[in-house]
């Protein structure tokens, strides 16, 4: 399965648009970018793996695989990143600010169920991360 994450960038945070297959699947908020310094960023933009993990703090949640210089990378719910986020990413339903969004828990419940349909059809999740700022973009 694979999820692609189109990121738009700001200074109070980073909000994105999350596809499966080329479907919209939810909207998601992180922290800004900084450098991919541990707790203050978001991670780095690139493909990465996606495993199924559980904990006591976020009951079953997806751990976010290969990140360099950083470890529990986590998809988890969250509505404010600047209060509630450590560099992961949380799936929101509706962006309502930038880094802020709506009712993470049920799209977390969404996002957990079709990452266990792949999984049970034996296939690898992976995650690949672009941004979708116009300045990053090149022009024909």
């Known amino acids: ?7 738009a960038y700001y200074k109070e945070g980073t909000n994105g648009t999350l596809f499966c297959s080329d479907t919209f699947l939810c909207h998601t908020i992180e922290l800004p970018w900084k ?22 703090r976020f009951q079953n949640h997806l751990l ?21 986020l ?3 990413i ?4 509706y962006l309502s600010n930038i880094g802020m ?3 993470s828990r049920p799209m977390m419940q969404k996002l957990l ?8 059809r034996k296939e690898s999740i992976l995650l690949t991360i672009k941004s979708q700022n116009y300045e990053h973009c090149r022009t024909l």
């Open 1 to 7: 399965m694979d999820l692609i994450l189109y990121r």
């Open 35 to 56: 450098n991919n310094k541990r707790n203050l960023s978001c991670i780095p933009e690139g493909s990465y793996e996606i495993v199924t993990r559980y904990s006591k």
């Open 64 to 84: 976010v695989k290969g990140v360099k210089n950083r470890r529990l990378i986590l998809f988890h719910p969250a509505n404010n990143a600047l209060k509630e």
């Open 86 to 88: 450590e560099g992961c």
């Open 90 to 93: 949380a799936p929101v339903t």
């Open 101 to 103: 969004g709506t009712q």
């Open 113 to 120: 169920s079709l990452v266990h349909q792949a999984k049970d």
